[in-house]
């Protein structure tokens, strides 16, 4: 067998496994939570999954050039592979001065890989030099960073507008329901990933109170409270047509096209999250301030809530910066 073939089935092994696991009930969350209370080690059981489909090609995809490595030193299968073909590879990708997010892709493909191969702890050791190293070589501006541009509201509200269109269009010409639009508010409304807002969202979803249950990052379930209206008008929609709300890759292609369309340039589903996390900290900084805190205390606090709500540790410094740029 070929290292191309063996990495192929690794990686996809990795993600079967995760199926296998989830379809017994098991959530990336507890999968944490055990590794914390068997060893202190949050990641012990996630180190050998993939938990989707397009990451196992994105890795794949990032350890071509390292595989090719490995074939001119002589490596025959893939669990030789090691330090000194992985100091080459970054090596190589750092002298053409590629993207930061893509030497970061390649990184953590590295350590992946090295879970994989029974060389966890140097692979991860190994990949977080290489990011450390990223990181310095950004701020210097020897390569460039990654582009985490936001969306102005009036353009989010004028693309929110052409959806709305587009759906009512599709509906004439195909008798077929689609509510993109509804799917955009929603994902504003709560910050939630475009896979939260989508395919995620059925009408078992939605509770009472303006409530709606969002299966999040790892499974975990997290309850936003939505606007009179968008809950009605989900409530109305799901009720009568049943299923999903939408398909993902639909909506993210539509969300791409009422952008342009609308005059914005940050065409990624992921621009309307962060637009949706700053809104929500300047709300929480002026209630902040509003129940006596002095404004550092506010935003210490509002900053930490926003974070939080995105599904991630409020004292994540470098999400703070991605998201709020602060």
Not at 142 to 162: D, H, K, L, M, Q
Request: glycine share 8%.
């Amino acid at each position: 067998m070929g290292l191309k073939q063996e990495l192929h089935d690794r990686l996809w092994h990795a993600f079967q496994r995760w199926q296998e696991l989830r379809a017994t009930g098991e959530t990336k969350r507890e999968l944490k939570l055990r590794g914390l209370r068997e060893s202190n080690n949050a990641h012990r059981y996630i180190r050998p999954l993939i938990f989707a489909r397009a990451t196992a090609v994105s890795y794949e995809t990032a350890l071509r050039g390292l595989l090719e490595i490995a074939r001119q030193n002589g490596v025959e299968k893939l669990d030789d592979i090691g330090k000194r073909e992985w100091k080459a590879f970054m090596q190589q990708a750092l002298e053409a001065r590629l993207a930061a997010r893509t030497l970061s892709r390649y990184a953590s493909a590295i350590a992946k890989l090295a879970c994989l191969t029974g060389r966890s702890e140097s692979g991860i050791a190994f990949s977080a030099k290489c990011q450390t190293r990223i990181r310095e070589l950004v701020a210097i501006g020897t390569i460039v960073g990654p582009a985490r541009a936001t969306p102005s509201a009036e353009v989010v509200g004028r693309a929110i507008e052409f959806l709305r269109a587009w759906d009512a269009r599709h509906f004439e010409r195909t008798d077929e329901p689609r509510v993109y639009h509804l799917v955009a508010r929603l994902q504003l409304e709560t910050s939630c990933r475009s896979i939260s807002a989508t395919t995620r969202v059925t009408a078992e979803s939605l509770r009472p109170g303006n409530r709606i249950a969002l299966s999040a990052k790892g499974g975990r379930i997290e309850e936003h409270v939505l606007s009179q209206e968008l809950h009605r008008l989900l409530s109305t929609y799901l009720g009568t047509y049943g299923g999903r709300l939408a398909d993902r890759d639909g909506y993210r292609a539509a969300w791409k096209r009422s952008i342009k369309a609308a005059g914005g340039h940050v065409t990624g589903t992921h621009g309307l999250r962060r637009l949706s996390a700053q809104d929500f900290y300047l709300r929480q900084y002026r209630a902040a301030v509003g129940d006596g805190l002095s404004p550092q205390a506010a935003a210490e606090r509002a900053a930490g809530d926003a974070i939080e709500r995105l599904g991630h540790s409020r004292n994540r410094a470098d999400h703070r910066e991605a998201y709020l740029g602060r």
